[in-house]
Each structure stands twice: as C-alpha cells, then as structure tokens.
C-alpha cells in the first residue's frame, strides 16, 4: 500500500475513535478506576495504549502514535511540545557524562547549540563531520561514541547524507543512529530501512501544515523503543490533546499537500536556474545539491524546501530581494500552506568541519500552496530591485 492511501485510515481504530471519522480530543489528566485489579492492569499495561494517566496520553495521543509509528517504520512514537523537545530528548535519553556525539556541521542551528551549551556543560563532548563525509565517518569514532546524529538534507545549505552506509558504520560500532527526518516527513523516505533507530519529525512543519502548533516525533525501532519512551517520561514530556488532534488532521491530506508543494518548487527552481543572477540550486533534485545521488537513491520525492546562492550580492541587495514581497513573507519556520523567503547570513560562523563560502549570499524558499505564477513574478520583481541595488552600490 502506498503511503498516500495509508495516511487516510492510519491511527483511526474504533477503540479511539469510537467510529467517528478523527479522532477526538480527549482531555485528561485522571484515568479513574473502579477496583484495584483495573488500576493495576492499566499501570501494567500503561504503555501498551491502555489510559494510565495524562501524561502517558490518551486516546486522542495513541491515535496519533500509531499512525506516526507505522508511516515511519518504527515500533514506537514518542510525542514532544516541539520538534527541538524530540531532538533534546532523544540524545538525553542516550547519551551521559562522559560519553561522545557525532553531530552532523549542517544540523538545524538549535541542534547545534544544544550541543554547545547544555550537552557541552554535562559532559557530554561533541565533533561536527563534514555531511559529505560517507566511510570517513569511522576515523571520528571513539571508544566513547554513544551516537552519530544525522540530519539530512542539512537545514539551509540542504546537504543529503548517505544515511545506509553511515548508519553500517556506526552499527559495527555500536553506536546509535538517529536522524532528524524533517525534511522527508514521515512519507518520502524509510529511514529504519536505511537502518537509523530513531527517526526524529519536527511535526510543527508539514505533519501540522497549517503553521498554527508546534509538535515533535521520535519514532524508534524495537531495540530502543522502551529507552527513549521511558526517558523521554522521565524528563516529563507530554503534549496537549487539542495539539495533538490538530496534528491528527494536517496529516490526512500531507500527501496532496506535499506533491503540489513539490510541483510549484520544481517549477520555482527551474525558473531561478535559469536566471543569470544565481550561482546555483540547493535543491536536493537538482544535481548541484551535494549528495543529489543519495536523493535519488533514498527519498520518493521532494517538497517545497530549498535554497538558491546567488552568484554576488551584499546585505543591502539581499535586503532589496526579500523585503516587499508581495506573496512570500519573511519568517522562520516552513512547511505550512504558506510560501517564505529568508536571506541568509553568518553560514560560515555555523560550521566548522566544512567550510562556507560566504561571499556568495543565499536565501531560503519554502514554497507554498499559492499559483506558482504569481510567486515567480513575485520573486521577477525582487531580482528587478536585487539588480537595481547591486547598480547603486557598483556607482
Ligand atoms: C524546525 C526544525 C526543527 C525544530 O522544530 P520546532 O518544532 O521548531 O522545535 C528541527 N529540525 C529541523 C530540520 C527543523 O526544520
């Protein structure tokens, strides 16, 4: 079956929906019980999807897990208030004083600086790889290395890793894969097939696809399933049911939504490749993405996500480009209906196993649900004033 066609029944078992179409949201904090052979069968089973207590979640939560779990391949999802609260709790649930991380040098800015702050001051010690890295990752493996965290495609500069043969590597190691899987969703890749064991979705991004909740998925094999749910308990994460319904919804229609957001990218990236202003595409289906061949290989399709480098420009120009959109608004964030632009500044200062060149400005699209012909003549004005001010500042 199709990924598509799954989304449309997963997680809609009668047990929580009682028939109805979605299922509803359960507010709870206290499951009561009539006799004391009920209590103990649900602390017994308060993993298993029976109501235990609120923050082991609800009918309204297991729904959503499972169909979060199957589409991604795991055993088990873990739910988070944000997509950062996934990433923080997976490598707090693995990794102690003493041990070493492996972290991808294009992973999302707060990965990083959890990495550099919290991480660093419990003694946990961090090295940045190169994404592009592939077998050379065993060089940077240490006795003391608990966990190689890849995110890819890479946030901002979109590198795509070859997931199957660094997660072989850190295997024979015995160290623990997990990937921020974001940019794919939970239906343009098989993660645990390319053997990571745990499986990370900001769902604040197309799983919700509205821009309106901030949520978070850990999907993990058998093998460190009871670990990262466990820890993840212990350290008090829950969501808010009327979060998670709104979440339950988006993801009935990330299928149509993702393909028509693919299409107008496609369309949007091969207009700016022909433009003689840009230096190239940083697009994972174009073959001037790094590890575009991975792309091929490991992802069923692409999004609305990616950057372009323009081939000179300064922030004044830049500024120029991205400010006075008529469509595309300025913001942090993506996966919602709506189209964004960022420029881009500072790469270079965000990584230290690669090197950025950042003479070159760049600026992010997250392309939206809009008639792509209106956004291309969007983005044909913002050249228009890009070119006028690079002309003022050459004078
Ligand atoms: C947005 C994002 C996150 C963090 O998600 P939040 O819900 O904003 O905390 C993590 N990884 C990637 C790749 C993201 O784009």
């Given amino acids: 079956m199709k990924k598509e066609t799954q989304i449309i029944s997963l997680g809609r078992d009668k047990k929580w929906t009682q028939g109805v179409i979605n299922p509803p949201v359960y507010r709870a904090s206290t499951m009561v019980f009539d006799t004391m052979e009920d209590l ?14 609120g923050r082991r979640g609800g009918p309204t939560h297991f729904a959503f897990q499972a169909a979060i779990a199957e589409l991604e391949g795991g055993v088990g999802t873990a739910l988070y208030p944000s997509g950062s609260a996934a990433i923080s709790n997976s490598l707090l649930s693995f990794l102690k004083a003493g041990d070493h991380l492996l972290m991808v040098d294009s992973a999302y800015e707060p990965t990083r600086d959890l990495c550099n702050k919290l991480l660093a001051g419990y003694g946990i010690e961090t090295t940045y790889y190169d994404p592009m890295v592939g077998e050379g990752i065993e060089e940077l493996i240490r006795p003391n290395t608990k966990v190689l965290f890849l995110e890819s495609p890479g946030s901002i500069t979109m590198e795509i890793q070859d997931v199957p043969t660094l997660s072989r590597i850190a295997h024979e190691h015995d160290i623990v894969v997990m990937l921020d899987n974001t940019w794919a969703s939970p239906i343009n890749s098989r993660p645990f097939e390319m053997g990571v064991d745990i499986s990370i979705q900001a769902a604040t991004k197309y799983i919700v696809g509205h821009s309106d909740v901030m949520m978070g998925t850990a999907t993990a094999n058998e093998k460190h399933w009871e670990q990262l749910r466990e820890n993840s308990y212990l350290l008090g994460q829950c969501t808010s049911p009327d979060d998670v319904y709104l979440a339950s919804r988006g993801l009935r229609t990330l299928g149509i939504r993702l393909a028509q957001h693919e299409q107008n990218a496609l369309k949007v990236a091969n207009w700016l490749n022909s433009r003689p202003e840009v230096d190239h595409l940083r697009h994972p289906a174009f073959e001037t993405c790094p590890g575009h061949e991975f792309f091929k290989r490991d992802f069923s399709a692409s999004n609305g996500l990616f950057s372009f480098v323009l081939k000179q420009g300064n922030q004044k120009s830049v500024t120029a480009f991205v400010e006075n959109m008529q469509h595309f608004k300025m913001g942090f964030s993506w996966g919602g209906f709506e189209s964004l632009i960022l420029g881009v500044f500072g790469i270079d200062k965000l990584r230290t196993a690669t090197k950025w060149d950042s003479s070159k400005p760049l600026i992010r699209l997250h392309i939206g649900l809009e008639n792509v ?12 004033r890009f070119n006028a001010e690079l002309k003022l500042t050459a004078k």
Avoid: V
């Fill in 373 to 384: 012909d209106d956004l291309i003549a969007d983005l044909d004005a913002a050249f228009d």
């Fill in 40 to 53: 103990r069968f649900a602390a017994k089973n308060k993993a298993n999807g029976e109501m235990f207590y």
